[in-house]
């Protein structure tokens, strides 16, 4: 799977928007980019996925550039539950292989 | 969806003994993976276990260490042998499920492992 580069930490304020920016130059047209977070204590969590258009689900939203070299992880409102470690992930939708998790960005959220 | 517990939650041991992490899933699944997390580190990938087939290693993890049984669809193990203090780490089981757009993975809560 392809690599991924994502800020090393990120601060937010309660009740404002977060994006979590990933860059992934070297993504092919079959990778999947999908964002996992893990809080504290506990295993990580699927948040969301796409692979070319834009994606919002309950949780957050996707933001996937034009020519899918980088995406950004939108949260429209952070909490101090979303106090997490995000991780930007390439998955290969014809490999069928597990993921592979970076550094990941460790976002703060201060009330 | 899937739900998964592991057991032990957490554990202390002593060098050179031998755990056994259980990991049960609450529905079929045929890819299930297991997970290591050093502290302060991010997941690293051990090993992949199908159902009916050898367990298929990453590099940097073997066998005789890491010994992976998976005797249905909704079971497995991973046991620690011969440990040493540097396998304290957190250790977790993971499935997939689905297949194309909807392919997902699931992660237990993992198993807490010091060893003295």
């Not at chain 1, 992880?73 to 290969?92: E, G, S």
């Not at chain 2, 899933?25 to 050898?54: C, H, K």
């Not at chain 2, 049984?69 to 304290?88: G, K, Q, W």
Request: charged share 15%; with cysteine.
């Amino acid at each position: 799977d392809a690599k991924t580069t994502q800020p090393n930490s990120m601060e937010s304020n309660e009740e404002e928007p977060v994006h979590l920016p990933c860059n992934h130059s070297t993504i092919s047209g079959t990778d999947y980019i999908h964002w996992y977070r893990q809080l504290p204590s506990q295993g990580p969590e699927y948040v969301i996925h796409g692979l070319t258009s834009n994606v919002n689900n309950r949780m957050a939203s996707l933001a996937i550039a034009e020519d899918r070299k980088s995406s950004t992880l939108i949260l429209h409102r952070a909490t101090l539950r979303d106090a997490a470690v995000y991780y930007c992930i390439l998955r290969d939708g014809q490999a069928g292989t597990a993921l592979i998790f970076g550094k990941g960005t460790t976002l703060s959220v201060s009330s | 969806s899937a739900v998964i517990s592991q057991k032990p939650s957490r554990d202390i041991c002593q060098r050179g003994t031998s755990l056994t992490i259980q990991c049960q899933v609450d529905s079929q699944v045929t890819m299930m993976f297991w997970y290591r997390q050093q502290p302060g580190q991010s997941l690293t990938l051990i090993a992949t276990a199908n159902q009916g087939s050898e367990a298929t290693y990453e590099s940097g993890f073997v066998i005789d260490k890491f010994p992976i049984s998976r005797p249905n669809l909704t079971f497995s193990t991973l046991t620690v042998s011969n440990m040493s203090p540097e396998d304290s780490s957190i250790y977790l089981c993971s499935v997939r499920t689905g297949q194309g757009w909807v392919e997902t993975q699931y992660f237990g809560p993992g198993t807490r492992l010091l060893v003295l």
